[in-house]
Structure formats: C-alpha cells, structure tokens
C-alpha cells in the first residue's frame, strides 16, 4: 500500500516545475504521516532544480522547510500525536549509528544523511520527494516539534536558513557580549542577525549596499560597514569574535580575517568551491576560517524551542505554489525579502482541475 501524493516536480534542468502525481511509501512503524501546509523555498531548491551542482537525478520535488500536522502515527511512534503541529528540515535519515549520528550531528553522517528530497531511502531505495506536496511520511527521530505560539506560515525558512547560522553560532560560543559580524544580507544574513541578536551579541553587518542600513538594523545589526569603505573596515580590525559568512558565491575573504579578533572564526556557511586567503594575519591572530552546514537534529530542536520562547520567525514573501517558477527567477534576482513561502494549501484547486 502507498500513499497518493500531488505535488509540483522539476523533470530537467532546463524545464519548469510543473504539477506532478506520485507516491509516498506506507508508513512504517517508526514513521509520521503529516498533512503540509507550509514550505520554504531554499536557494539549494533551485540549484537543485536546474542542476547546478551537477548531480541531480529526476524528477525532483523540491522543498526542505517543512511545516505541517501529523495525520497518521505508526504502531511505534511516542514522540508525536495526531493533530501536532511539527516540521522537517534538510534531512529525513542517517546511518544513525556512526560517530556524528552518535553525537547528534546527523548532518555530518560519515555514509551521508538522507536529504528530504534527491536522495535515496535507506530501506526501500526510492528516490526521497520533498515539500512542493501536499503530504510527506518521515521518521519519528527526523521530525521536530514546532512552537504554537509561533506565526506558523514563518516557520518553514527556520529548518533552514535559520538552522544553517543558529548551528556556528552556537559551535562558537556566541553569548551576551560576544562581537558577531554577518557578510550578506539575504536568507541566510537576516536570520543570522536576528538570532545573534537574541542571543545578546554585539552585531554587525557587512554589506556591499549603502542602502542595507535600514533593514539590517530594524532586524537587530547594532552596526553596519561598508565592505567597499577603506577607512569603515580599519575600523573595526580585530574586533569580532565570530563571522557567519553566507554570500553563495566565489568572493575575497582576505577584507573579513583581519576584522577578527584573537582567536576569532570566519564561518563560511553560504558558499561551496575553491578560495583563497592570506595567512599571514591567521597566524599573527590565531584567526581561523571554518565551515558549517544547517545542524543536527536536537540542534534544530533547541532553536525551535529558543524562536518559541524569542519569538522569533523569518522576514516572508507567500506565494501561491502555481507561482513557484516565477519566485525562482525572482531568487536569482535576489528579489525577496527574505524568504519565499509556498502556501501548500493553494496545490488543492490546481489538483482539482
């Protein structure tokens, strides 16, 4: 037995998203079945789609922000019940018994995690579907329970983009008085703010944008420099702690070191390739350059409950899922501020053409 699913799937990388009928497995005894409501719209969706990086198989049903009701538990189930209000993020498995799985950081699994959508399941093998559906069967162990009192339609974009900076901030420390710098203000920059900010930092925007000031500092930024401005970065040599680093392509990091302090850590959680930097002031610094990618299960866990208790969502644009492809090019346009949000609800009138 399966279940029916409709959706909107990409079937190449050069085609739109177009409405798409599958099926999800039958639930198993560990799993939840969930009724989506919401879903983000990641960068990766779209990199995804159109085969960016590579390695993408079709077809795809992109969406990893994920937030619904359980309709349907397994004989096995305890941590939810029907009628929940929870949600899934980047991954949906993992080999659960190596080192990181071990540790909690399923996200860094030595045999890889499952992602939620263009991976494979452990069990049956067939390909993983993602979000852009209107029902999804996960897990127990890979579902997380979601704040009530939250703006429900706002939530989605924290299993990603707000997991992706909550997880370094977190690694490294960031407290009351810590001096936290964020490169970029997109996504991924406007959740590092907001969450650095609750968790009493000192913070400060770096952007190539005199016209970012206003926004970054109705998000929470104390401070904002001009990342072009000779005499702005001199000022502020040495002075941070930590650095979330999320601009998405190939650009230099030399500026952004000597900003930091004694012992300090440029984060790169927005772009993946090749770069170059100077170590002269790593060494004279003890000064690092690091990466993280989104976090693990209980991590993700700990910063729903830290937006709940905060009350802390994304900045969202909601769209109409028959207007994804358009949101796609609005993305590549960086027009959106900051997070595109799919009703999953507005898939039932396309369904019942």
Known sequence: MTIKVFGYAAHSASTPLV???FERRDPRPDDVVINIEYCGVCHSDLHQARNDWGFSTYPIVPGHEIVGRVTATGSQVSKFKIG???GIGCMVDSCRTCA???AGLEQYCEHGH???YASEDLHDHRPTYGGYSQTIVCSQDFVLKVPENLDTKAV???LCAGITTWSPLKHWNVTKGSKVAVVGLGGLGHMAIKLAHALGAEVTLFTRSTSKEQDAKA??????VLSTDANQMREVMNKFNVIIDTVPYDHDLKPYISTLALDGTLVLVGYLGDFSANSVPMIMGRKSIAGSVIGGIAETQALLDFCGKHNIVSDIEMIAMQNINHAYERMLKSDVKYRFVIDVKSLAKEQAK
């Not at 998000?219 to 904002?224: D, I, Q």
């Open 19 to 21: 409405p798409f009928h």
């Open 84 to 86: 929940d209000l929870v």
């Open 100 to 102: 990181p799985c071990e």
């Open 114 to 116: 499952v992602g939620t």
């Open 156 to 158: 989605p974009p924290l």
């Open 219 to 224: 998000l929470g930024a104390h401070h904002v």
